[in-house]
């Protein structure tokens, strides 16, 4: 699933800056994110929480609150069907939703509260169809039944028959994917989508929204703080701490070559099943705690966590996001000593 | 009673809940949460139960702290039957067994200071002459799982994920149980602090001795830290094993099915795997024969008369299928 980017990119997200004002003060959520998505490309947004890899996904859906507590700079650039080029922070509330769906469609990891306990998931399904397509209820009910077939659901007419109590979380998440899929966008921002399902229901989601994209060449952001999804679906990832991007490139240089030692120490913190010698053996476990993001450390905000981290160096300035290698940015004041 | 013998003992246990319907609340069918498990849990060992939503680790887990009655079989703590216990074994036992649940944001009372929650358990069992001494143990205690005396006399609210379940571990490990319960500690929390936790967890174990019962949907976590895994399905036990040979070399196609189904920290290795098709089948109606077999790749006819006894297929290792060629 390797694609070039084409130019323009799809989706360009360009130092994009989300900060609140709280009670407690400014919460820094997002600080200068910025990247690029090509049509057919998975990109991978990993983070723990507070990191500021949903309020990411929530920004490019246009979600984010409108209030004078929320304080947004940058822009986030999306390439419409008709080859338009949208800037999604400075859009009316209108015309933001006649983006939502059609352009970029989102899936989030709780199904049961996206979708509406009174409804049933026919009529849900729908509306979504007929919100943004000038369709006949019949045509609409005819696409939904295909829809769900697609995703391979058994028995699509009992499905859309039913309420959303009455499905398994699985079948839940395929029906919130059938809404998302309803109007063909060309970029689908999923938000933790299996963090709830067991494993083999995970393994199900994960190799139909693979299969959905082979068959569309729609562009993924895949948001998850789980790396061996993003080593299984990913063609690039995003690493983000503590509201920044702390390291970008290709999924398999990273895996293989991690220069921020907070990658470094989260591959090295994962459980694997091939590399248990002995049941006991310690996993390696990074020290603290995520910073706080009412008080973010000075400097590079993983340094009082680093095993590398210098003082009078790390503990200044903010290091640059900078090159390390081809189509790799690091954002470390010492990547190149540390190795 | 040589001190070989297991700590804890089940036999043939099984836990149906009733369902009920309509005005008259009748019952109209029974939940098999778990069926027919049998298993021993040694001291200083740690048993892994490893299943998905709704195969029955919780009820397993409520059961073994006589949290719940079970509907049949047998438990035995220590040599005594855990069923007919005297009240005040039984006051005894609530000591001797301790849990740790998932949620830390859920299980500490939010008005309560980390000393107050650590000691509440202490006070309750009568273990402390004082307030004052009380307070000796709870640093003990904090320190034993790495929290330091400031923490103290803060409250829930101030403290992290990461933070609040050490505060929980501490205070399950107060009263110097020799068995814990630890339902899926590390879960909530993220990825890098979830492996402090289970480190800790894997120190007390040789620290203290302890002997624990670790449920987790993480099979991967699980190889870590557990001497042995019981995988479930539907209530049932498909397999038990040493942790390394069960995920090494499963024996049962559903451990098997579960294996493939993690997802692989490696790009490199990504590929097409068979899929585990279709969803668990519902616990108020499971299949006859092996619950499995309706998702069974190696499903044959006698699979759906034959109730697959758990049988030994080598030293310490243990599976309920009726063929010896898969998976």
């Known amino acids: ?339 | 009673m040589p001190i070989s013998s297991p700590l804890i003992h089940v036999r043939d246990l099984s836990k149906r809940f009733e369902v009920r319907r309509g005005a008259l609340r009748q019952i109209v069918g029974h939940v098999h949460a778990v069926e027919g498990a049998s298993f021993t849990i040694d001291r200083r060992e740690v048993l892994g139960l490893a299943g998905e939503s709704g195969s029955g680790k919780s009820t397993i887990a409520r059961l073994l702290l006589r949290l719940i009655e079970p509907t049949s079989g047998q438990i035995s703590f220590d040599g005594n039957d855990l069923l007919r216990l005297p009240a005040a074994e039984l006051r005894q036992f609530r000591r001797r067994a301790q849990i740790v649940f998932q949620d830390p944001y859920g299980s500490l009372d939010p008005r309560m200071t980390v000393a107050e929650a650590v000691s509440e358990p202490l006070i309750v069992q009568k273990l402390v002459a004082s307030q004052r001494l009380a307070r000796e143990r709870v640093a003990e205690l904090l320190a034993l799982v790495a929290i330091g005396p400031e923490y103290m006399d803060r409250r829930p609210g101030e403290l992290s994920g990461g933070q609040r379940q050490r505060v929980c571990i501490a205070r399950a490990l107060s009263v110097e149980p020799e068995f814990i319960v630890a339902d899926e500690p590390a879960s909530a929390l993220d990825a890098s602090i979830q492996a402090q936790v289970i480190n800790l967890l894997a120190g007390l174990k040789t620290r203290l001795g302890l002997a624990m019962l670790f449920i987790s949907h993480d099979i991967a976590v699980m190889a870590h830290l557990c001497d042995r895994i019981a995988v479930l399905y539907l209530g049932r036990i498909m397999e038990i094993g040493p942790s390394s040979e069960l995920v090494g070399r499963p024996k049962h196609p559903y451990t098997a099915a579960l294996l493939s189904a993690v997802p692989n920290p490696d790009p490199e290795l990504r590929r097409e795997r068979p899929l585990l098709e279709g969803e668990v089948p519902s616990p108020v109606s499971p299949p006859s024969g092996c619950v499995f077999r309706t998702r069974c790749r190696f499903a044959v006819a006698a699979c759906a008369s034959t109730v697959p006894p758990l049988r030994q297929i080598d030293q310490d290792r243990f599976k309920a299928c009726l063929r010896d060629d898969v998976p």
């Open chain 1, 1 to 339: 699933m390797q694609h070039a980017t084409p130019s323009p990119p799809l989706l360009d997200v360009d130092a994009l800056t989300v900060h609140y004002r709280a009670r407690a003060g400014l919460v820094h959520a997002v600080s200068d994110v910025s990247f690029q998505l090509g049509q057919g490309e998975t990109l991978a947004i990993v983070g723990e929480s507070g990191s500021g890899k949903s309020t990411t996904g929530l920004a490019i859906m246009g979600l984010l609150p409108t209030d004078r507590r929320t304080v947004v700079h940058g822009a986030i650039r999306l390439t419409s069907k008709s080859g338009s080029i949208n800037d999604v922070l400075r859009l009316s509330d209108r015309e933001r939703r006649r983006v939502r769906g059609n352009d970029v469609a989102m899936i989030f990891q709780d199904p049961m509260s996206s979708l509406n306990p009174i409804y049933s998931i026919g009529s849900q399904i729908i509306e979504a169809v007929q919100q943004h397509r000038n369709v006949a209820r019949r045509a609409a009910v005819a696409d939904a039944l295909r829809l769900l077939a697609e995703l391979g659901v058994p028995s699509p007419d009992r499905i859309l028959a039913s309420y959303p109590h009455q499905l398994s979380g699985g079948m839940r998440q395929r029906v919130m994917i059938a809404i998302a899929l309803s109007c063909r966008p060309r970029a689908l921002i999923a938000d933790e989508p299996t963090t709830a399902l067991d494993v083999t229901i995970q393994a199900q989601i994960l190799a139909l929204l693979k299969r959905v994209q082979r068959d569309t060449a729609m562009a993924v952001v895949f948001i998850t703080h789980n790396l061996a999804v993003v080593a299984e679906v990913a063609d690039r990832i995003v690493v983000m701490y503590a509201g920044r991007i702390v390291e970008t490139g290709p999924v398999r240089d990273v895996f293989k070559s991690p220069r921020m030692p907070y990658t470094r120490s989260l591959l090295r913190s994962l459980p694997r099943l091939g590399h248990v010698r002995r049941s006991g053996d310690p996993l390696e476990a990074i020290p603290g705690n995520v910073p706080s993001p009412l008080a973010l450390p000075p400097g590079c905000t993983f340094h009082p966590r680093c095993p590398h981290q210098v003082g009078g160096v790390c503990d200044g300035l903010i290091p640059n996001l900078e090159p390390c290698a081809p189509n790799r940015l690091v954002r470390c004041a010492r990547w190149r000593e540390i190795d």
